[in-house]
């Protein structure tokens, strides 16, 4: 795991920041969650409790782990160019 290893009972990640997970910061009276994807920070929303917003941010990292990177647009602009 790049960013934190550290994991609390639910699988949440555990951070530094002032929430004390990665991925969830403060919005008012309420919590969001976000996830830098690999090409922008994607926003996951905005939650009443600060345990769904971390459960959100691990629910699509989790997801993100499991998909495979797709080759497909490298692949068709090589072919592309070499004809």
């Known amino acids: 795991m790049p960013y934190s290893s ?3 009972q639910d699988g949440c990640f555990i951070s530094n920041n002032k929430t004390g997970y990665l991925g969830v910061s403060h919005q008012g009276k309420k919590f969001t ?3 830098y ?4 920070n994607e ?3 905005v ?6 917003a971390a459960h959100a941010y691990k629910d699509r990292r989790t997801l993100m782990a499991d998909t495979p990177v797709s080759l497909s647009l490298s692949l068709s602009l ?3 160019l070499s004809l």
């Open 6 to 8: 550290k994991i609390d």
């Open 33 to 35: 969650a976000a996830i």
């Open 37 to 40: 994807n690999g090409v922008y």
């Open 43 to 45: 926003k996951l929303g």
């Open 47 to 52: 939650f009443d409790t600060i345990e769904q």
């Open 78 to 80: 090589s072919l592309s």
